[in-house]
């Protein structure tokens, strides 16, 4: 029988002190395993040594290839690019920070042979070792996102994922421009088998999100999956006519039965400040949908990549 390859999928920024451990430790659990292996390093644009590691490993070991930015475009660019560049039967992505253990991959991999499921998804149960106030916005997004989207979005859903390649031709051929990929593989929908575990802290190096990265993450998350703000903004519009139509029948008849006293300032002031805030806040949703249109119909690519040891990539280039 044709042993199966499986294309390993590690986006990295900044991560000189972790690319080494986890390709030793990914080497080991997969050397004289149940399938042949690739690896492939998406450098983000780090700033640091990870480019020169990774091409280091790249020339010890031919199992390892690598894909150099020309600049950071993100994590989510970067699973792009390794789906993109990935020739497996199976692929999987996971973390360079060992956060995601790679020991699940046997387990996983026997899982797909089995033909049950097309997709092995991993979500922690804990966030333990995370600052509560993280945690706690975390918990929060996912109930709203879950409540209004009806892409199918787990709370405590890691990247860490291995899919056959039916699956990840789906996933590409969503080609997006701002992409939540947890959204994504949700919404093509598959066979998922869910793996839980404890959180897991990194093993060296920091947190690549800051909270404007996080939030800017959540928003993507929303607009992307759901019109549910766009549809507030239209019913908050109906409910202010309403309002003001019941006020206007009121003030009318008022002035018919007791005259015209100079009065009313105060609650003209608030009216107007309040209908004034809803606009305002209806524009702004209205402006997130549009800047995602936007960036959407300008069709710029999801990356730029400057260095690879991949032949097939630096021919298309
Ligand atoms: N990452 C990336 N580009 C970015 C930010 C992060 O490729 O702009 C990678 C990072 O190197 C790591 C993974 O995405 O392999 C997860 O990042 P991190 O561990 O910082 O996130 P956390 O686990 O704290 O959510
Ligand atoms: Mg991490």
């Not at 003209?268 to 209806?282: A, D, E, K, P, S």
Request: proline share 3%; with cysteine.
């Amino acid at each position: 029988m044709d042993r199966k390859l499986l294309s390993i999928i590690i986006p990295c920024y900044n991560e000189e002190k972790t690319v080494e451990t986890i390709y030793a430790t990914v080497t080991d659990v997969m050397t004289n395993g149940q399938c042949d292996y690739e690896i492939l390093f998406v450098d983000d644009g780090s700033k640091d040594y990870t480019e020169q590691k990774v091409c280091g490993l790249a020339q010890k070991d031919r199992h390892v290839k690598y894909y150099s930015f020309s600049r950071n475009f993100g994590k989510e660019a970067a699973i792009y690019a390794g789906l993109n560049n990935a020739r497996g039967d199976y692929v999987v992505i996971m973390d360079a920070d060992m956060q995601d253990p790679p020991a699940l991959l046997p387990e996983m991999i026997s899982t797909l042979e089995s033909g049950e499921y097309d997709s092995v998804a991993t979500r922690r149960v804990s966030r333990k070792g995370e600052p509560m106030v993280r945690s706690f916005c975390a918990r929060c997004f996912y109930k709203l996102i879950r409540r209004i989207s009806d892409a199918d979005i787990v709370d405590g859903a890691r990247d860490f994922r291995m899919m056959t390649r039916d699956m990840v031709n789906s996933v590409l051929a969503l080609s997006e421009y701002n992409r939540f990929s947890k959204g994504i593989f949700g919404w093509v929908g598959y066979r998922t088998k869910w793996l839980e575990y404890e959180n897991i802290e990194r093993t060296a190096g920091e947190t690549k999100w800051s909270f404007w990265k996080l939030l800017a993450y959540s928003l993507d998350g929303i607009v992307n999956f759901s019109n549910v703000p766009l549809m507030i903004s239209s019913y908050l519009g109906i409910l202010m006519t309403f309002i003001s139509f019941v006020a206007i029948i009121f003030i009318i008849v008022r002035k018919l039965i007791f005259g015209d006293p100079v009065s009313g300032w105060p609650s003209l002031v608030c009216i107007i400040t309040f209908v004034g805030g809803i606009q305002l806040f209806c524009m702004g949703i209205m402006g997130q949908y549009l800047s995602k249109t936007y960036m959407e119909v300008k069709k710029r690519p999801h990356y730029i990549i400057q260095k690879s040891n991949d032949e097939e990539t630096e021919k298309n280039k």
